[in-house]
Protein backbone atom coordinates (compact mmCIF):
# COMPACT_ATOMS: atom_id res chain seq x y z
CA UNK A 1 0.00 0.00 0.00
CA UNK A 2 1.27 3.40 -0.67
CA UNK A 3 0.89 6.06 1.86
CA UNK A 4 -0.85 9.23 0.99
CA UNK A 5 1.23 12.10 1.64
CA UNK A 6 -1.87 13.68 2.61
CA UNK A 7 -2.74 11.64 5.40
CA UNK A 8 1.14 11.14 6.74
CA UNK A 9 1.68 13.11 9.85
CA UNK A 10 5.04 14.02 10.78
CA UNK A 11 5.54 11.17 13.01
CA UNK A 12 9.63 11.58 13.67
CA UNK A 13 8.54 15.12 15.14
CA UNK A 14 6.47 13.38 17.44
CA UNK A 15 8.13 10.44 18.05
CA UNK A 16 11.00 12.57 19.39
CA UNK A 17 8.60 14.41 22.30
CA UNK A 18 8.00 10.97 24.05
CA UNK A 19 11.16 10.07 25.84
CA UNK A 20 9.91 6.35 26.38
CA UNK A 21 9.46 5.37 22.89
CA UNK A 22 13.57 6.13 22.35
CA UNK A 23 14.86 2.67 23.32
CA UNK A 24 15.15 -0.77 22.89
CA UNK A 25 13.89 -3.98 24.06
CA UNK A 26 15.34 -7.12 23.81
CA UNK A 27 18.12 -5.51 21.35
CA UNK A 28 15.50 -3.92 19.18
CA UNK A 29 13.99 -0.96 18.91
CA UNK A 30 10.72 -0.92 21.01
CA UNK A 31 7.75 -1.07 18.87
CA UNK A 32 4.96 -0.22 20.98
CA UNK A 33 1.59 -1.04 19.85
CA UNK A 34 -0.67 -1.65 22.89
CA UNK A 35 -2.09 2.13 22.90
CA UNK A 36 -5.40 0.91 23.67
CA UNK A 37 -4.20 -0.36 26.93
CA UNK A 38 -2.30 2.53 27.54
CA UNK A 39 -0.48 5.15 25.97
CA UNK A 40 3.02 6.86 26.52
CA UNK A 41 3.42 10.26 27.48
CA UNK A 42 5.04 13.38 25.80
CA UNK A 43 7.55 15.20 27.62
CA UNK A 44 5.06 18.13 28.08
CA UNK A 45 2.42 16.15 29.97
CA UNK A 46 5.82 14.99 32.11
CA UNK A 47 6.65 18.86 32.46
CA UNK A 48 3.36 19.90 33.24
CA UNK A 49 2.92 17.73 35.72
CA UNK A 50 6.56 18.26 37.24
CA UNK A 51 5.91 21.90 37.02
CA UNK A 52 2.92 21.87 39.03
CA UNK A 53 4.57 19.92 41.96
CA UNK A 54 7.86 22.17 41.83
CA UNK A 55 5.93 25.68 41.72
CA UNK A 56 2.07 25.70 42.06
CA UNK A 57 1.04 22.75 44.64
CA UNK A 58 -1.00 23.34 47.53
CA UNK A 59 -4.37 21.90 47.29
CA UNK A 60 -7.69 23.60 45.35
CA UNK A 61 -10.16 25.36 47.30
CA UNK A 62 -10.73 27.63 50.20
CA UNK A 63 -6.97 28.27 50.16
CA UNK A 64 -6.72 31.99 50.27
CA UNK A 65 -2.45 31.89 49.97
CA UNK A 66 -0.84 32.33 46.40
CA UNK A 67 -0.05 28.41 45.63
CA UNK A 68 -3.54 27.38 46.63
CA UNK A 69 -4.88 30.21 44.48
CA UNK A 70 -2.88 28.85 41.00
CA UNK A 71 -3.61 25.51 41.77
CA UNK A 72 -6.87 25.76 42.04
CA UNK A 73 -6.81 28.37 38.53
CA UNK A 74 -5.06 25.34 37.01
CA UNK A 75 -7.43 22.57 38.01
CA UNK A 76 -10.32 24.83 37.04
CA UNK A 77 -8.26 25.62 33.40
CA UNK A 78 -8.17 22.03 32.91
CA UNK A 79 -11.36 21.42 33.36
CA UNK A 80 -12.54 24.17 30.90
CA UNK A 81 -10.19 22.13 28.39
CA UNK A 82 -11.71 19.13 28.91
CA UNK A 83 -15.39 20.88 28.30
CA UNK A 84 -13.99 21.91 25.26
CA UNK A 85 -12.24 18.74 24.21
CA UNK A 86 -15.54 17.16 24.10
CA UNK A 87 -18.03 19.36 22.88
CA UNK A 88 -19.51 20.06 26.05
CA UNK A 89 -21.78 23.28 26.80
CA UNK A 90 -19.68 24.37 29.97
CA UNK A 91 -16.93 23.26 32.51
CA UNK A 92 -19.25 22.51 35.02
CA UNK A 93 -20.48 19.79 32.63
CA UNK A 94 -17.23 18.14 33.45
CA UNK A 95 -16.75 15.91 36.76
CA UNK A 96 -12.82 15.04 37.67
CA UNK A 97 -12.64 11.06 38.44
CA UNK A 98 -9.97 8.59 38.52
CA UNK A 99 -11.33 7.30 34.87
CA UNK A 100 -13.65 5.85 32.72
CA UNK A 101 -14.41 2.64 35.06
CA UNK A 102 -15.42 4.72 38.29
CA UNK A 103 -17.28 7.23 35.85
CA UNK A 104 -19.41 4.33 35.05
CA UNK A 105 -19.61 3.48 38.67
CA UNK A 106 -20.60 6.65 39.93
CA UNK A 107 -23.69 6.36 36.87
CA UNK A 108 -24.30 3.03 38.15
CA UNK A 109 -24.59 4.04 41.45
CA UNK A 110 -26.01 7.50 41.41
CA UNK A 111 -28.36 6.67 38.29
CA UNK A 112 -28.54 3.22 39.12
CA UNK A 113 -30.58 4.16 42.44
CA UNK A 114 -33.35 5.04 40.40
CA UNK A 115 -33.90 2.03 38.75
CA UNK A 116 -36.97 -0.56 40.02
CA UNK A 117 -37.40 -4.01 39.49
CA UNK A 118 -38.90 -4.65 35.88
CA UNK A 119 -36.57 -1.46 34.31
CA UNK A 120 -34.53 -2.73 32.02
CA UNK A 121 -30.73 -1.56 31.08
CA UNK A 122 -29.42 -2.09 27.82
CA UNK A 123 -25.53 -3.10 27.01
CA UNK A 124 -24.09 -4.52 23.71
CA UNK A 125 -22.23 -7.46 23.14
CA UNK A 126 -18.95 -5.65 22.25
CA UNK A 127 -18.91 -3.87 26.21
CA UNK A 128 -15.77 -4.20 28.28
CA UNK A 129 -16.20 -5.51 31.74
CA UNK A 130 -16.14 -1.92 33.29
CA UNK A 131 -19.51 -1.30 31.35
CA UNK A 132 -21.28 -4.51 32.68
CA UNK A 133 -20.35 -5.27 36.04
CA UNK A 134 -21.22 -2.05 37.66
CA UNK A 135 -24.79 -2.95 35.88
CA UNK A 136 -25.26 -6.12 37.02
CA UNK A 137 -24.69 -4.53 40.79
CA UNK A 138 -26.90 -2.23 40.28
CA UNK A 139 -29.18 -4.96 38.88
CA UNK A 140 -28.59 -6.56 41.88
CA UNK A 141 -29.84 -3.76 44.36
CA UNK A 142 -32.66 -2.92 42.21
CA UNK A 143 -34.15 -5.91 40.75
CA UNK A 144 -33.54 -4.30 37.48
CA UNK A 145 -32.34 -6.33 33.99
CA UNK A 146 -29.71 -6.16 31.70
CA UNK A 147 -30.62 -6.71 27.97
CA UNK A 148 -27.89 -7.19 25.45
CA UNK A 149 -27.59 -5.96 22.08
CA UNK A 150 -25.56 -8.61 19.60
CA UNK A 151 -23.22 -8.19 17.15
CA UNK A 152 -23.00 -9.08 13.56
CA UNK A 153 -19.81 -11.92 12.74
CA UNK A 154 -18.04 -8.74 11.71
CA UNK A 155 -18.22 -7.06 15.04
CA UNK A 156 -20.54 -4.34 14.16
CA UNK A 157 -23.45 -3.44 16.39
CA UNK A 158 -26.90 -5.21 14.89
CA UNK A 159 -28.55 -1.71 15.34
CA UNK A 160 -32.18 -3.59 14.21
CA UNK A 161 -31.74 -6.39 17.23
CA UNK A 162 -30.61 -3.15 19.44
CA UNK A 163 -33.62 -1.21 18.37
CA UNK A 164 -35.89 -3.95 18.98
CA UNK A 165 -34.79 -4.27 22.55
CA UNK A 166 -36.20 -0.65 23.41
CA UNK A 167 -39.23 -0.24 24.88
CA UNK A 168 -41.05 1.82 27.72
CA UNK A 169 -39.04 -0.29 30.10
CA UNK A 170 -35.84 0.91 28.81
CA UNK A 171 -33.92 3.21 31.28
CA UNK A 172 -30.23 3.48 30.67
CA UNK A 173 -28.97 2.34 27.17
CA UNK A 174 -24.85 2.19 28.31
CA UNK A 175 -22.75 1.50 25.65
CA UNK A 176 -19.52 2.11 24.17
CA UNK A 177 -18.20 4.17 21.61
CA UNK A 178 -14.82 2.23 20.01
CA UNK A 179 -14.20 -1.45 20.67
CA UNK A 180 -11.12 -1.98 22.64
CA UNK A 181 -11.30 -5.34 21.62
CA UNK A 182 -12.00 -5.03 17.73
CA UNK A 183 -12.05 -1.17 17.07
CA UNK A 184 -15.75 -1.48 15.96
CA UNK A 185 -16.67 2.11 16.21
CA UNK A 186 -20.38 2.54 17.01
CA UNK A 187 -22.84 4.71 15.42
CA UNK A 188 -23.51 6.80 18.49
CA UNK A 189 -26.34 9.26 16.98
CA UNK A 190 -28.40 6.49 15.61
CA UNK A 191 -28.23 4.57 19.08
CA UNK A 192 -28.80 7.45 21.15
CA UNK A 193 -31.89 9.14 18.64
CA UNK A 194 -33.71 5.25 19.40
CA UNK A 195 -32.75 5.58 22.94
CA UNK A 196 -34.25 8.45 23.62
CA UNK A 197 -37.61 7.86 21.64
CA UNK A 198 -37.56 5.10 23.92
CA UNK A 199 -37.27 7.36 26.75
CA UNK A 200 -33.44 5.81 28.02
CA UNK A 201 -30.70 8.34 29.23
CA UNK A 202 -27.52 7.62 26.98
CA UNK A 203 -24.84 7.15 28.36
CA UNK A 204 -21.05 6.56 26.25
CA UNK A 205 -17.99 4.68 27.28
CA UNK A 206 -15.60 6.71 25.31
CA UNK A 207 -12.62 5.11 26.69
CA UNK A 208 -11.55 4.33 22.92
CA UNK A 209 -12.55 6.86 21.16
CA UNK A 210 -11.16 9.80 23.04
CA UNK A 211 -7.98 9.21 21.59
CA UNK A 212 -8.98 8.47 18.18
CA UNK A 213 -11.81 10.52 16.88
CA UNK A 214 -12.78 14.37 17.58
CA UNK A 215 -15.84 14.03 20.30
CA UNK A 216 -18.89 16.43 20.18
CA UNK A 217 -21.37 15.30 22.76
CA UNK A 218 -24.39 17.00 22.09
CA UNK A 219 -23.44 16.37 18.61
CA UNK A 220 -23.58 12.60 19.32
CA UNK A 221 -26.64 12.91 21.25
CA UNK A 222 -24.74 11.33 24.37
CA UNK A 223 -26.29 12.56 28.07
CA UNK A 224 -23.06 10.74 29.70
CA UNK A 225 -20.01 10.34 28.55
CA UNK A 226 -16.96 9.04 30.10
CA UNK A 227 -13.53 8.71 29.18
CA UNK A 228 -9.56 8.03 30.69
CA UNK A 229 -6.54 10.24 30.71
CA UNK A 230 -3.98 7.70 30.25
CA UNK A 231 -5.71 6.35 27.05
CA UNK A 232 -5.07 10.46 25.65
CA UNK A 233 -1.37 10.87 26.26
CA UNK A 234 -2.18 11.83 29.67
CA UNK A 235 -1.26 10.52 33.05
CA UNK A 236 -2.92 7.57 35.22
CA UNK A 237 -5.27 7.83 37.30
CA UNK A 238 -7.50 10.78 35.91
CA UNK A 239 -10.28 10.90 33.63
CA UNK A 240 -13.27 12.89 33.51
CA UNK A 241 -17.23 11.95 33.39
CA UNK A 242 -19.44 14.57 31.01
CA UNK A 243 -23.31 15.35 31.57
CA UNK A 244 -25.74 17.29 30.79
CA UNK A 245 -26.12 19.51 33.36
CA UNK A 246 -29.22 19.27 34.17
CA UNK A 247 -28.98 15.74 34.65
CA UNK A 248 -26.23 16.24 36.85
CA UNK A 249 -28.33 18.45 38.85
CA UNK A 250 -31.13 15.45 39.52
CA UNK A 251 -28.13 12.55 40.76
CA UNK A 252 -27.47 12.33 44.20
CA UNK A 253 -23.62 12.10 44.96
CA UNK A 254 -21.64 8.84 44.56
CA UNK A 255 -18.63 9.27 47.38
CA UNK A 256 -19.38 11.54 50.64
CA UNK A 257 -16.48 13.86 52.27
CA UNK A 258 -15.14 17.06 52.01
CA UNK A 259 -15.84 19.61 48.85
CA UNK A 260 -18.93 18.21 47.69
CA UNK A 261 -21.20 19.75 50.51
CA UNK A 262 -23.07 22.85 50.83
CA UNK A 263 -23.58 22.30 54.51
CA UNK A 264 -22.98 20.03 57.45
CA UNK A 265 -24.66 19.18 60.72
CA UNK A 266 -24.71 16.25 62.48
CA UNK A 267 -28.64 16.16 61.59
CA UNK A 268 -28.02 16.25 57.77
CA UNK A 269 -25.89 17.43 54.93
CA UNK A 270 -26.91 19.15 51.51
CA UNK A 271 -24.27 19.03 48.54
CA UNK A 272 -23.03 20.75 46.38
CA UNK A 273 -23.25 21.95 42.83
CA UNK A 274 -22.54 19.61 40.33
CA UNK A 275 -19.09 19.62 39.32
CA UNK A 276 -17.98 19.17 43.13
CA UNK A 277 -21.28 17.19 44.44
CA UNK A 278 -19.34 14.23 42.47
CA UNK A 279 -15.60 15.38 43.58
CA UNK A 280 -15.32 14.46 47.04
CA UNK A 281 -12.26 14.78 49.31
CA UNK A 282 -8.54 16.09 47.13
CA UNK A 283 -8.79 15.56 43.40
CA UNK A 284 -5.92 14.25 41.80
CA UNK A 285 -5.01 17.87 40.91
CA UNK A 286 -1.50 17.41 38.92
CA UNK A 287 -3.57 14.39 37.12
CA UNK A 288 -5.82 17.49 35.72
CA UNK A 289 -2.65 19.54 34.94
CA UNK A 290 -1.40 16.83 32.97
CA UNK A 291 -4.19 15.72 31.57
CA UNK A 292 -5.23 18.87 30.17
CA UNK A 293 -1.91 19.46 28.70
CA UNK A 294 -2.21 16.12 27.04
CA UNK A 295 -5.35 17.32 25.81
CA UNK A 296 -3.63 20.56 24.03
CA UNK A 297 -1.09 18.54 22.80
CA UNK A 298 -3.49 16.47 20.68
CA UNK A 299 -6.12 19.26 19.56
CA UNK A 300 -2.78 21.02 18.07
CA UNK A 301 -2.11 18.46 16.04
CA UNK A 302 -6.03 17.63 15.22
CA UNK A 303 -8.19 14.06 16.24
CA UNK A 304 -9.30 14.36 12.37
CA UNK A 305 -5.55 14.11 11.49
CA UNK A 306 -4.57 11.58 14.49
CA UNK A 307 -7.49 9.21 13.26
CA UNK A 308 -6.63 9.41 9.64
CA UNK A 309 -2.79 8.55 10.09
CA UNK A 310 -4.03 5.68 12.74
CA UNK A 311 -6.56 4.26 9.72
CA UNK A 312 -3.32 4.41 7.58
CA UNK A 313 -1.65 2.29 9.68
CA UNK A 314 -4.80 0.03 10.18
CA UNK A 315 -4.89 -0.61 6.70
CA UNK A 316 -1.31 -1.45 6.33
CA UNK A 317 -1.13 -4.06 9.31
CA UNK A 318 -4.58 -5.86 7.45
CA UNK A 319 -2.51 -5.96 3.94
CA UNK A 320 0.57 -7.11 5.60
CA UNK A 321 -0.72 -9.71 8.31
CA UNK A 322 -3.72 -10.48 5.89
CA UNK A 323 -1.14 -12.71 4.08
CA UNK A 324 0.08 -15.29 6.79
CA UNK A 325 -0.87 -18.65 6.45
CA UNK A 326 -3.41 -19.33 9.23
CA UNK A 327 -4.24 -16.15 10.95
CA UNK A 328 -7.73 -14.62 11.11
CA UNK A 329 -8.44 -10.99 12.08
CA UNK A 330 -11.07 -10.44 14.06
CA UNK A 331 -14.03 -7.64 13.85
CA UNK A 332 -14.53 -4.59 11.12
CA UNK A 333 -12.05 -4.26 7.92
CA UNK A 334 -13.06 -0.60 7.72
CA UNK A 335 -14.50 1.95 9.31
CA UNK A 336 -12.37 0.91 12.56
CA UNK A 337 -10.18 2.69 15.29
CA UNK A 338 -6.42 1.81 15.63
CA UNK A 339 -7.05 -2.00 16.80
CA UNK A 340 -6.16 -5.05 14.84
CA UNK A 341 -6.99 -7.89 17.08
CA UNK A 342 -6.01 -11.64 15.38
CA UNK A 343 -5.60 -15.03 16.50
CA UNK A 344 -3.08 -17.40 14.73
CA UNK A 345 -3.88 -20.94 14.06
CA UNK A 346 -1.81 -23.33 16.31
CA UNK A 347 -0.53 -20.61 18.68
CA UNK A 348 -1.84 -19.50 21.86
CA UNK A 349 -2.03 -15.19 22.03
CA UNK A 350 0.33 -15.42 24.99
CA UNK A 351 2.60 -16.98 23.16
CA UNK A 352 2.61 -14.60 20.16
CA UNK A 353 2.74 -12.20 22.46
CA UNK A 354 5.50 -13.35 24.58
CA UNK A 355 7.65 -14.20 21.38
CA UNK A 356 7.16 -11.05 19.49
CA UNK A 357 8.37 -9.17 22.64
CA UNK A 358 11.41 -11.36 22.03
CA UNK A 359 11.83 -8.67 19.03
CA UNK A 360 10.80 -5.62 20.87
CA UNK A 361 7.38 -5.29 19.58
CA UNK A 362 4.73 -4.93 22.55
CA UNK A 363 1.11 -6.08 21.60
CA UNK A 364 -1.30 -7.44 24.61
CA UNK A 365 -2.72 -11.10 24.71
CA UNK A 366 -5.94 -11.89 26.60
CA UNK A 367 -9.72 -11.35 26.57
CA UNK A 368 -9.12 -7.40 26.70
CA UNK A 369 -11.60 -7.27 29.61
CA UNK A 370 -14.47 -8.48 27.24
CA UNK A 371 -15.06 -12.22 28.08
CA UNK A 372 -18.75 -11.97 26.84
CA UNK A 373 -17.24 -10.94 23.47
CA UNK A 374 -14.67 -13.08 23.40
CA UNK A 375 -17.20 -16.11 24.15
CA UNK A 376 -19.26 -14.37 21.28
CA UNK A 377 -16.10 -15.00 18.82
CA UNK A 378 -15.63 -17.99 19.71
CA UNK A 379 -12.41 -17.40 21.14
CA UNK A 380 -11.17 -17.63 24.64
CA UNK A 381 -8.68 -14.56 23.74
CA UNK A 382 -7.20 -12.67 20.74
CA UNK A 383 -3.34 -11.09 20.02
CA UNK A 384 -4.20 -7.25 19.39
CA UNK A 385 -2.16 -4.70 18.14
CA UNK A 386 -3.30 -1.20 18.87
CA UNK A 387 -2.14 2.12 17.10
CA UNK A 388 -1.24 5.45 18.16
CA UNK A 389 -0.20 9.17 16.71
CA UNK A 390 3.37 7.97 16.94
CA UNK A 391 3.36 4.38 15.41
CA UNK A 392 5.00 4.42 12.04
CA UNK A 393 4.37 2.00 9.09
CA UNK A 394 8.05 0.27 9.98
CA UNK A 395 6.70 -0.70 13.17
CA UNK A 396 3.83 -2.60 11.51
CA UNK A 397 6.57 -3.85 9.28
CA UNK A 398 8.05 -5.04 12.40
CA UNK A 399 5.25 -6.77 13.69
CA UNK A 400 4.84 -8.83 10.49
CA UNK A 401 8.15 -9.71 11.08
CA UNK A 402 7.72 -10.90 14.63
CA UNK A 403 4.64 -13.23 13.49
CA UNK A 404 7.17 -15.04 10.72
CA UNK A 405 9.42 -15.30 13.96
CA UNK A 406 6.23 -16.29 15.88
CA UNK A 407 5.38 -19.21 13.20
CA UNK A 408 8.96 -20.13 13.13
CA UNK A 409 9.66 -20.62 17.02
CA UNK A 410 6.56 -22.82 17.23
CA UNK A 411 7.16 -24.70 13.75
CA UNK A 412 3.67 -23.69 12.18
C1 LIG B 1 -13.73 0.36 26.06
C2 LIG B 1 -13.16 0.56 27.42
N1 LIG B 1 -13.95 0.98 28.40
C3 LIG B 1 -13.51 1.19 29.63
C4 LIG B 1 -12.18 0.99 29.96
C5 LIG B 1 -11.72 1.23 31.36
O1 LIG B 1 -10.82 2.27 31.40
P1 LIG B 1 -10.00 2.55 32.74
O2 LIG B 1 -9.37 1.24 33.11
O3 LIG B 1 -9.01 3.58 32.36
O4 LIG B 1 -10.97 3.01 33.76
C6 LIG B 1 -11.29 0.55 28.98
C7 LIG B 1 -9.90 0.27 29.30
O5 LIG B 1 -9.22 -0.46 28.61
C8 LIG B 1 -11.81 0.34 27.67
O6 LIG B 1 -11.00 -0.06 26.69
Redesign the pocket.
Given at each position: MVVDSEVVLDVEAFRAEFPALRQQVRGFPLAYLDN??TTQKPRRVLEAISRFYERDNANVHRGVHELSVRATKLYHEARATVASFLGAERPEEIVFL?????A?NLLAHSLGSRLRPGDEIVLSELE?H??IVPWQMACERTGAKIRVAPIHDDGTLDLEAYRGLLSERTKIVSI?H???ALGTINPIREIAEAAHAAGATVIV?G??AAPHLPIGVRALGADFYAF?G??VYGPTGI?ALYGRYELLEELPPFLGGGDMIARVTFEGTTYAKPPARFEAGTPNISGAVGLAEAIRFVQEIGLERIGRWEETLTKLAHEALGDIPGLTIHGPKDRKAGVVSFSLRGAHPHDIGTILDTQGVAIRAGH??AQPLMARLGVPATARASFGLYNTPEEVQALARGLEEVRRVLGL
Open positions: AARGCTEIHSNLVSNDAQSHKGHC
